[in-house]
């Protein structure tokens, strides 16, 4: 007898048919006596659909009218979902953001969740009704119509499971689970029983995209018990993501490998190592809205140092450009830049308490003979840059040795 | 300097170059410093679409989410109408029907507007704003989005037009106006530049089918200038639907032929005649939701009368039913019908005045050898039912015989 928010994604509600099986899976969890709440994205290729619609009047769109437009995707499959759900023999009524009415600030199309009236879904939920709630939409405190933003649902399914103090949050995906690394480059990689949200974090934003961002440090922050479960499988528990307290005793050592490919990395040599120099350079990178992800700056000698940082290979010749266009200003001797390089990271709770892991990486990356470029740490994850073309090699050489290719 | 209501349905916003063409108009009347309230129908085609997904689902769909999901279609319409408005340099902003806020009643499908608050609109015009609002739905006192039915959109702006006070009403459709009768029969029909109210209703009820019904009651109750225009063609002065004192001196007797073709005909022989015999014939074909339209009871003899109607002709054969199943109880003698008759009929409010008007139209008739099944006449109408091979010869004649082929 739980309350469960159960988050399904567009390709899980791709096809009527296919929320027809969402609906048979939804009314087993109400068969066993609990209560549920529903969160839907819109049918896979709806919201490409409409915003490809708003393309066609305008390049450079009203964020208002974009969310007006797209928040209709998901509006149309809590209707469906909901009828479908009634036709399992069961009560159901769906809302969109606006009616919950989940409030948001006045971001158009990447709104931040502030607050969820809990009274409509809690006086339905005592009713007996299964409650479908459109994801990834709100209104802001004026009733305009927001959006949070692509992979938002994830983020309006955590923000009710919290609201609503729910006993479990489980996203259905198209995978069944988190895995100790991507299985297509490393065929022993082991779906994980259970997770911790930092390091579910370190991996997300390493580029294992099973989960949104926002979604996994909301539900940390309200502490929502938050499951990943395959939609396409009946069997199964994926992978729960937990607080550390609940992670077994003889946990591993790094949970997972996660990787990114597609970066790339400029140095900037030869600049006066004094106060502000990393805020010179980076502050015009900030201003071009170019994300920028490892930083690092070594100690200096003969009154200069030099500066390191990684960009996605996308934004690389525009860095440039802007590294270059202050070069003077800074004073620099010179910028020099690698647009073949990734980043692979050993990610794990247990490393904070098990000293060695790096070295134990480094080791195993010289063996194969594999140079690294840049290093970076934090307290639960481990980062090398290294050419793009030993990746897999790299990948695979860390899972093996961090043990991740046994059995349990 | 007024306050137009525009109205556009589903074929004039049918894609993304008819809805620029749509903005381009609206910049036209707002760049003559007119305040401009917009009200588009969904893009044609999308309501039979979503409608069609929700089918797939349920064959007895819940009334409630058919109207979370058909409201949709109007939702896209807006955001991308008020895009385009901008991408014509004038600012733009949309509504929902619940953000209006139109208060409806609970009917979902077929809801009927209660009350629209005007405030946002005000505001909003007071700053230079076109605002475009949804057409065709609203938003119950519990905020439970409802649709007002097919061709609700007509309601929608007619309903603004009255809660706001404006001066004129704008229905873009695909003719340029009501004529005198329709085209494709009669090649001479003019376009008339008005139609009182009264005279409207009979012509749409009897079959012109330019706006719905409820729109021109509630524009006649509420005295909105309602006037139909063309919105493929940037000419032309449309046909102002009037209030009758403001007609011409000169008016003619006749304004308009109209037809209802698909008819059929049922004639009850022999019934006591005894008050309340025509409840108990008609309110059995009511309790099995036929629509009856003309009713005819005459003298009766002997004690007993004959009771004709007509109804749609696909209800031809379960009314029949349903009077073969009553026929014992109310002591009828034999139930007799004709499937293949129409109804056509003379329309205007100048015969108020004008005796003679419905022996003028017998006599053209009995002229082309044609029979007449049936008479019903109102004030401002004569209607006769007659075989449906006569309906085409039937039409012209009159057509002619009242003048109206006739130029101005």
Known sequence: ?????????????????RIKNV??????????GHDIIVVPSAMSGETNRLLGLAREISENADPRELDVIASTGEQVTIGLLAMAIQEQGYKAKSYTGSQVRVLTDSTFTKARILKIDDERIRADLDQGYVVVVAGFQGAD???????????????????????????????????????TTDPRIVPEARKLDTITFEEMLEMASLGSKVL????????????????????????????????????PMEQPIISGIAFARDEA?????????????????????ADAKIDVDMI?????????????????RADYNKTLGVLESVKAH?????????????????????????????????????????????????EIKISVVIDEKYLELAVRTLHKVFGLDKED
Request: glycine letters at 12%; hydrophobic letters at 40%; charged letters at 20%.
């Open 212 to 247: 949104q961002i926002r979604s996994v440090e909301f539900a940390g922050k309200y502490k929502v018990k938050l499951r990943v479960l395959s939609s396409f499988e009946d069997e199964g528990e994926g992978t729960l993501i937990t607080v550390e307290e609940n992670k």
């Open 141 to 179: 405190a004026d009733g305009n119509i927001t959006t949070l933003g692509r992979g938002g649902s994830d983020t309006s399914a955590v923000a009710l499971a919290a609201a609503l103090n729910a006993d479990e949050c489980q996203i259905y995906t198209d995978v069944d689970g988190v895995y």
């Open 265 to 285: 990395k400029l140095t900037v040599l030869g600049v006066p190592d004094r106060p502000g120099i990393a805020y010179q350079i980076l502050g015009p990178v």
């Open 330 to 378: 800074i004073g620099a001797r010179e910028i020099v830049g690698d647009k073949h390089i990734c980043k692979v990271s050993a990610v794990g709770v247990g490393m904070r308490s098990h000293p060695g892991v790096a070295s134990s990486m480094f080791r195993a990356l010289a063996e194969e003979g594999i140079n690294i470029k840049m290093i970076s740490t934090s």
């Open 296 to 312: 690092i700056q070594n100690v200096g000698h003969d009154g200069t140092t030099d500066f390191s940082f990684t960009v996605a």
């Open 1 to 17: 007898m739980a309350l469960i928010v159960q988050k399904f994604g567009g390709t899980s509600v791709a096809s009527t048919e």
């Open 23 to 32: 609906a048979r899976r939804v009314a087993r969890w109400k068969a066993q």
